[in-house]
């Protein structure tokens, strides 16, 4: 298959089973191919190999020493056993040696349930300690930013160092000494602080030598529902597996995407999820009648809206929408714009300093700290505000049909939208600002739906629920679907792929993109590209 | 006059001026046939001069013993960049102090043969990787560069040649695992001295990512006499395979430790009968090990064997630097392996895990054993250890370690034994 | 091992045995005398002229002769990081030891970051990261020095000294410690006192070297 690609392309058989791969690929991804996982530390895919934890030895037929599976590239004809009987006894003795100081304390420790150590342990390491002498301790250091080190636990796979050398190309740490008294440190009291990307040495860190303090004995790894998601922190829209426990957010990891983040995400992204967890949400539909709020349910709320809207005839339109919103909200709400005859649409956006990672260029913390920037404006929504997003709302100030989606309107004066003849509010919070609305919308958060999201580069990506909405929220897009299907007869789409095959009405670029096809790591908006992406 | 002694059965062909003060200087170096060879291979081409190492059956002096002509031939025949010369005078394996006597006596040898060794390469630049305890070598090698600089056979061209060849002088600071060719090269590069992965090998990516050969002092100062005399000339000595004359560092029980060149091949139980004296009056010798603390031990029985590659080998064990370490009947056994083991430990680079925590592992059990508080099962351990860290890590570091450990249990098992039994004696409870 | 059947080596614990060479003769010092401060020819200005005692001073290092020192170094290696020993050597030389302070300022010199030279400097065993005595004793206690009487040497140094291992005596004169073998062993025990190898040392000799020294 790979032949036919061009790609020159070697073969070799994997504990029994032929294999091609291309040239220059190491057996540990050879294996990979077969399902072989090879058991290793020192090797990550996104840093360098020094293959120093001599865990993925393997026989290779004609070799008269194991080798180490992350560095030897395979060559053709060899047969690589990862299974065979002096490869198992190699990785047991590697797992001896390891366990020789290593505290056993995983009961308190962090990363007990998705540690290698413990998990390659059990799989297939000694059922018995030998040592009958003193371990050594090193303890515990404070490493400054997010991160803390339990030196006991360390294996000394050196993944930190080499991500902070190689990758984040601050090398704030080293190995230091020598022998079994190396180990990791800062350079004395200089920690990692200031470094942005420090985190990802707690995610890489195979054992639970280097933990978050964020998280530190808040969760156990088993108790964890782990969702696939879109970090929303930013417009690069690095990918994510939001990790819940009792329907609350407890921490940000990065999933891999070559595409985009690559292994990594900032933690200024990672860190800043408490706002997802917010209390106090509204919880139901709230329709004014008079001086005051009924709440309603979904059945009764929306012929109301949809009534209230048809019976606007002529009207200054303006829409206030929030670029946390999915690209399904925004498409909505664009055509709900566009069917009321259209008028000012616009977004505001909390702005920071760009911080490049660079040793993986293409990820950055971009200056605009939400995720659909992009996807806001390529459905026409204009920026206003300021770089805290606030002000700017002046813009729909003369609306007499004013949407607010997703803005939680924090700033807003008190008689926001006060004089529109028709204010919807479709938001999380109960602002003073949002009391002016005729109609208040509960909406979900990214965290709570499925949908897509548009990154600074057009690239388009999906996120799944992975929280429970309160009462009854509803995603924006579903409910303004409603309100669209009762205005012109369409049909309100039902699924989060119905609303997504709708956006190509409104840009084309989607119309080529099917939901299904996005997987879990995205694609790109083709052709879209070459409109000005903001950064 | 040699020093610190000399026999009439020694051929000295590299330790002919040691003992002589004026051989250190240029003036006296030269008035002894110094940078003759020099000369003489300046009007050679580099091919010529390997092909005459390899004739003369040359092979590395700091262990491993791999043909230097050899060596020399993977280089890269037309350089498109800059080749290196590392001189290893790292010299850290415990019992070896041969490269210290020659670059004391004879530095300029050494410069010599290193110019030699640059230009055989197609290098211009040769660093010389002194350990850094060797102060004052140190300073008599710096004296002898600055000596060899500005009488113009060192610099950018050699005695009006046209060729360019420098020397400098890097100086360790206190790591045994830098005699270790890539580990040595990181040293140079200013990083921990940490062994790299091979491949790739030295002669593709070595110094600075530049194709490089690493070449032990005794193997470099042999060359300059090789191409002096030629190839044909130095297997006059020696076995087919080991050729040549070999420095041999004695130390431990004997009476007359040192340095001592003999052919290769030469009878080793006459070696330390006859040249070393023998043990101590009333002594017997019980085990030695013949080259530097990484090889296995023999015990006495085995003796009646050649010093060469090959013979050591057929009796389990190696020739390595030729660093001979005699233990008489005095020796306790299990705290010297202790002590050796516990070197291994303290030298680990610490990158593999094996070697990280097996030599700490295993200095851990040895110390107990030796305070008597070992058991059967512990000799299993550090058999099961040995086995696990050998030919299992980038480097050999952990082969070294283990070496003593299984030949000791090996044929001195009763020593550990007897070791228990003091246990039992002094703590019968314990052990019920 | 200290049985007086056993015949000594020749070697300079003042003891020169039957040789009609002269302890300056045998260590060359008639030959190299001092090297200079500056490094003389850049070939060997990495080469670390001796190890002197710890010296209180403030400011920089690399000034003056030792900044020329440096430059000299820079030469002859293919970049900056290669010349990360000499120059630790060189701050050594000057301090003493190596004070995070030094390794910050070399790590600035050299371009390098402060974790990485902390790296380097902690892997090699010869680089003091504190202060010690003006005269660092090491007795070594490998294989050869061991069989013969290496640890009785070490505790006589500790003896004579009156200080634990490792620890500056309250003089500030010495610091013992235990180390590796240093390539001298036929001539054990071998002790290296700074830049200086004192060879055949038996524990007899400690009080009357430790004297010499004073």
């Keep these: 298959m790979a032949e036919e690609q061009g790609i020159e392309t070697v073969h070799c058989t994997v504990n029994g089973m032929a294999v091609e791969v291309p040239k220059g690929t190491r057996m540990i991804d050879a294996a990979a191919h077969v399902g072989s996982d090879v058991p290793h530390y020192c090797y990550h895919p996104g840093l360098s190999a020094p293959a120093q934890c001599r865990l993925c030895l393997v026989e290779v037929e004609g070799s008269p020493k194991l080798l180490p599976a992350c560095v030897t590239v395979v060559q053709e004809g060899n047969v690589i056993r990862t299974e065979s009987e002096a490869a198992l006894e190699a990785r047991k003795a590697v797992l001896e040696f390891l366990l020789v100081n290593h505290p056993l304390d995983c009961p308190v420790c962090d990363q007990s349930g998705e540690c290698k150590l413990q998990d390659y342990v059990s799989a ?147 860190l800043d999820y408490q706002w997802i967890n917010r209390k106090g949400r509204i919880e139901a539909p709230l329709v004014r009648e008079g001086d005051r709020f009924v709440p309603m349910s979904w059945s009764d709320t929306l012929p109301r809206l949809v009534d209230a809207v048809r019976a606007l005839s002529s009207q200054r339109g303006g829409a206030v929408v929030s670029p946390f919103l999915s690209n399904e909200d925004l498409g909505a709400a664009r055509r709900v714009m566009e069917a009321v005859g259209g008028g000012r649409s616009v977004y505001r956006v909390e702005t920071g300093e760009s911080v490049v990672l660079p040793g993986f260029p293409q990820l950055a913390l971009r200056e605009d700290r939400a995720a659909n920037v992009r996807g806001s404006q390529l459905f026409g929504f204009e920026r206003v505000g300021d770089g805290c997003a606030t002000g700017g709302l002046e813009a729909v100030d003369n609306a007499e049909f004013l949407l607010v989606a997703g803005d939680d309107l924090e700033d807003a004066p008190a008689d926001f939208g006060s004089g529109a003849r028709l204010f919807i509010y479709i938001g999380q919070l109960l602002n003073p ?81 099917r939901f299904e096809d996005l997987g879990a790591t995205g694609n790109p908006l083709s052709g879209a590209a070459t409109a000005p992406a903001g950064s | 006059m040699a020093y610190p002694y000399q026999h009439p059965s020694e051929v000295r062909v590299l330790s002919e001026y040691f003992g002589d003060p004026e051989a250190r200087t240029l003036k006296g170096w030269e008035a002894r046939g110094g940078y003759k060879a020099l000369r003489k291979a300046l009007g050679m081409s580099p091919a010529d001069i390997v092909n005459e190492v390899k004739t003369s059956g040359l092979r590395g002096r700091g262990g491993a013993g791999f043909p ?66 060797f102060f004052e070598p140190a300073q008599i090698l710096a004296k002898a560069i600055e000596e060899a600089y500005a009488a113009g056979y060192a610099g950018k061209d050699v005695m009006g040649s046209g060729q360019e060849l420098h020397v400098t002088l890097h100086l360790g600071a206190g790591a045994y695992i830098c005699g270790e060719e890539t580990a040595m090269m990181n040293s140079i590069e200013g990083r921990r001295g940490e062994p790299r992965v091979k491949p790739p090998f030295p002669a593709v990516a070595g110094v600075f990512g530049k194709p490089t050969t690493i070449n032990n002092v005794e193997t470099l ?144 059990i040895l110390r107990r054993i030796e305070r008597g508080g070992g058991t059967e099962a512990d000799l299993t351990t550090l058999v099961d250890i040995s086995n696990n860290m050998a030919g299992k890590t980038i480097c050999v570091l952990s082969d070294a370690a283990a070496a003593p450990i299984l030949s000791s249990i090996g044929k001195f098992r009763g020593d550990y034994q007897a070791r228990f039994q003091l246990e039992e004696k002094l703590m019968p409870a314990r052990r019920a | ?41 850049p070939a060997v200005a990495g080469t670390m002229p001796y190890q002197v005692p710890p010296k209180a001073v403030d400011g920089p290092i690399f000034v003056g002769p030792f900044e020329e020192r440096l430059e000299k170094v820079l030469t002859r290696y293919e970049d900056r990081r290669g010349a990360l020993l000499p120059a630790l050597g060189i701050a050594h030389e000057a301090r003493g030891y190596l004070s995070p302070e030094a390794m910050e300022e070399v790590a600035e010199r050299l371009q390098l970051a402060p974790a990485y030279v902390r790296g380097v400097a902690t892997f090699y065993t010869m680089y003091n990261l504190r202060p010690v005595g003006r005269h660092l004793i090491q007795v070594c206690t490998n294989i050869s020095c061991n069989l013969c009487g290496g640890e009785d040497v070490l505790q006589a140094f500790l003896q004579a000294t009156g200080t634990g291992m490792g620890e500056v005596s309250a003089d500030g004169q010495f610091t013992v410690i235990e180390v590796e073998c240093l390539g001298a062993c036929g001539f054990p025990t071998v002790v290296q006192i700074n830049d200086r190898f004192f060879e055949n040392v038996q524990p007899a000799d400690a009080g009357r070297i430790l004297e010499e020294l004073r």
């Design chain 1, 124 to 270: 297939e390491g000694p059922a018995m300690g030998r040592l009958a002498d003193a371990k050594r301790i090193v303890g515990v250091d404070d490493f400054g930013g997010d991160v803390l080190f339990n030196g006991d636990r360390c294996v000394m796979c050196t993944r930190c160092v080499r991500f902070m050398r190689e990758v984040a190309q601050d090398e704030r740490l080293g190995v230091v000494q020598r022998g079994s008294r190396a180990v990791i440190d800062t350079f004395f009291d200089d920690g990692l602080d200031g470094n942005i990307w420090a985190d990802n040495v707690v995610d890489i860190c195979p054992v639970g030598a280097l933990v978050s303090k964020d998280f530190l004995h808040r969760a156990r790894a088993w108790d964890l529902d782990r969702t696939p998601s879109i970090c929303p922190n930013c417009s690069q829209g690095c990918n994510i597996t939001l990790q819940v426990r009792d329907n609350e957010v407890m921490r940000l990891k990065p999933r891999p995407n070559d595409a985009v983040n690559g292994h990594w995400m900032c933690d200024v992204g990672r």
């Design chain 2, 221 to 364: 100062c042999s060359v300059t006499h090789i191409v002096n005399n030629g190839g044909e000339w130095y297997r006059q000595w020696g076995t087919e395979k080991s050729t040549g004359t070999k420095l041999f560092c004695v130390s431990g029980h004997v009476r007359r430790p040192g340095n001592y060149e003999v052919p290769m091949g030469f009878n080793f139980r006459e070696f330390i009968h006859d040249i070393c004296g023998g043990p101590h009056e009333g002594r017997e010798v019980r085990a030695v090990i013949p080259g530097g603390s990484s090889v296995p031990m023999m015990s006495a029985d085995d003796l009646d064997v050649g010093m060469d590659y090959e013979a050591f080998v057929s009796v389990g064990t190696m020739l390595g630097a030729g660093s001979v370490i005699v233990m008489d009947d005095t020796a306790d056994i299990v705290k010297q392996v202790r002590r050796m083991v516990e070197f291994y430990a303290h030298e680990s680079c610490g990158q593999c895990s094996q070697c990280r925590e097996g030599t700490a592992w295993a200095t851990k």
């Design chain 3, 1 to 41: 091992m200290g049985d007086g059947g056993v015949q000594k080596n020749p070697g300079f614990a003042g003891i020169t045995g039957d040789f009609n060479l002269t302890e300056a003769e045998v260590r060359g010092t008639d030959y190299v005398g001092q090297r200079p401060l500056d490094g003389g020819h």
């Design chain 1, 433 to 513: 600002a949002a009391r002016n609305a005729h109609f208040v919308l509960p909406a979900t958060t990214f965290a709570e739906m499925e949908g897509t999201f548009t990154n600074v580069n057009d690239h388009v990506q999906r996120f799944w629920p992975a929280l429970r909405p309160p009462g009854m929220a509803r995603p924006v897009w579903q409910i303004l679907g409603v309100l669209l299907s009762g205005l012109n007869g369409s049909p309100a789409p039902a699924r989060p792929a119905d609303a997504f095959a709708l956006l190509g009405a409104a840009r084309p670029e989607f119309g080529q993109l």
């Design chain 2, 68 to 133: 230097t002509g050899v060596k020399w031939s993977f280089m890269p025949k037309e350089p498109t960049r800059q080749h290196y010369l590392v001189c290893n005078a790292d010299e850290s394996e415990p019992g070896t102090f041969k490269d210290r006597e020659l670059i004391r006596w004879t530095p300029h040898q050494l410069i010599e043969g290193c110019l030699i060794g640059a230009y055989a390469i197609r290098a211009t630049h040769c660093y010389i990787y002194i350990r850094g305890e």
